[in-house]
């Protein structure tokens, strides 16, 4: 389980909420509330006060690349520094390519031609490879077609349900935080809440 205590920056605060192992949390909010600036707290990016733990170990008790090995966040825009797509991954031959809608060819490309939606797609893939124990996205279907959109839904549920992963994402898509979340989270004036129903 994922909790978060008492939690506290310049932008946001949450009293106490809590991600069981399988469960997807979408996080909704206008723009500007601090929806991306929360993924970058529970990733240790930025600073905070409170308490962020992980199957009741504190965050505060491992170092920040420690922590960010279980807790791994993914970008609106990725970065790539290798010149090969396939540099990028541990085990490049087990990425699911397929699955997202991707040609196995794609491994050999530079990443710095390739399209916006299909950088997205990889990034994602790129942070399943870690194996994470919790994923952290920032609108990870925004460039992507309906079609894509759904492969990539798929493979987040499957992730959650096998290997009891924690998912918090944002989406501004009202239809896919209903039909994706187990849990919403809303922040409203700073506050994050858990709330029952997505706001359109």
Do not use: Y
């Not at 935080?177 to 409203?188: E, F, M, N, Q, T």
């Amino acid at each position: 389980m994922l909790e978060l205590q008492s939690l506290k920056t310049d932008l946001i605060r949450a009293e106490k909420l809590t991600v069981s192992a399988g469960d997807r949390v979408l996080l909704q909010g206008p723009s500007g509330s601090g929806k991306t600036h929360l993924l970058r707290v529970i990733a240790d990016l930025v600073p905070w006060q409170g308490s962020i733990a992980l199957d009741q170990q504190s965050s505060v008790d491992m170092s920040g690349p420690e922590w960010r090995q279980r807790v791994i966040l993914v970008s609106a825009d990725s970065h790539w520094w290798h010149h090969r797509v396939a540099a990028h991954f541990h085990a490049p031959e087990a990425a699911p390519l397929t699955d997202i809608g991707l040609d196995n060819t794609i491994l050999e490309r530079d990443p710095q031609h390739l399209s916006s939606g299909e950088k997205q797609r990889l990034a994602l893939l790129r942070a399943l490879d870690r194996s994470p124990r919790v994923l952290l996205l920032d609108e990870p279907c925004a460039n992507l077609d309906t079609d894509a959109t759904a492969l990539v839904e798929a493979l987040l549920s499957r992730w959650c349900h096998q290997q009891q992963g924690h998912l918090i994402m944002t989406s501004h898509d009202a239809a896919q935080r209903k039909r994706l979340a187990d849990k919403h989270w809303r922040i409203d004036k700073g506050q994050v809440l858990e709330v029952g129903e997505p706001v359109t």
